[in-house]
Structures are given as C-alpha cells and as structure tokens.
C-alpha cells in the first residue's frame, strides 16, 4: 500500500524558521511533586490595531470595477501555483501500484456488469418466451 504523507499548508507570508512566536516550555520540579510543564510568559499583550485613517484607507483601495477581475484571476492563479508547490507527489512506483489497483478494480465491476447482464437476459428470455 502507498504511503500517504500529509502536510499543512502555511501562511504565505510565514517561513516555517519563525517559529520565536511559539511559547517556549520549561520543566519546573517541586519538591515532593512530578515535573511539570508550563509555558513561559514571555509574551506580551497583543497590542491594539490602529484606528484607520483616511491615508490607511486609501492604501487598500479595491482595483477599477472591469479589472477587478483579471486581478481576481491573477490571484488565483499565482495561489494555485503556490498550493501545487506544497503538493507531494507519488514516485514512479507507487503511481505504478494505483494504475495497477485501478485497472483489477474496473476490471471486476465489467465482470459482474456482464454476469448480470447475462442473468437478467436469461431470465426475461424465460418470462417472456
């Protein structure tokens, strides 16, 4: 059987090395207690998003209406590429195996397809004759 590895899909803007916003864990040992973990308190309160202003505003501005879909377009083609990046392919040989499965599994169903065909023609051959 092919084995099927999965994995997550990260934010774009995100590499996998930034991992310092992680709560770090330290092992505390008490006296007389099993050791325990317990994540530090290293981070600080998220702090407050700024009010938007006009100059925010008008940074974000939605493109002209009749182009709006071409960059709709563009964008959805530049995050398919990124998510067929992400995308692990099978080897030769595990391609090989499911071809393989495919061909026995369709193989099967036009060998009952057949069966019943020839049942059911019997039978109506049988009422009707």
Same mark, same amino acid.
């Given at each position: 059987?092919?084995? @099927?590895? $999965? ?5 774009? !803007? ?9 709560? *770090? ?5 008490? *006296? ?15 702090? *407050? %998003? ?6 925010? *505003?008008? /940074? ?6 009749? @182009? $709006? %879909?071409?960059?709709?377009?563009? $964008? ?11 995308? $692990?392919?099978?080897?030769?040989? /595990? ?8 061909? @026995? ?20 051959? @049988?009422?009707? !004759?």
């Amino acid at each position: 059987m092919a084995k @099927i590895t $999965r994995i997550k899909a990260s934010d774009p !803007g995100k590499s996998p090395e930034s991992s310092e916003k992680a709560p *770090k864990t330290v092992k505390k040992v008490k *006296k007389d207690s099993p050791a325990t973990e317990k994540p530090l308190k290293t981070a600080k309160k998220a702090e *407050k %998003p700024a009010k938007s202003t006009d100059s925010a *505003k008008s /940074a974000e501005k939605k493109p002209f209406i009749l @182009i $709006r %879909p071409l960059v709709y377009l563009g $964008r959805y083609i530049r995050d398919s590429w990124k998510e067929l990046r992400l995308v $692990r392919w099978p080897t030769r040989k /595990a391609t090989w195996k499911l071809v393989l499965a495919i061909f @026995i599994y369709t193989a099967l169903f036009i060998a009952i397809i057949m069966l019943l065909d020839a049942l059911f023609t019997w039978l109506f051959n @049988i009422v009707i !004759g």
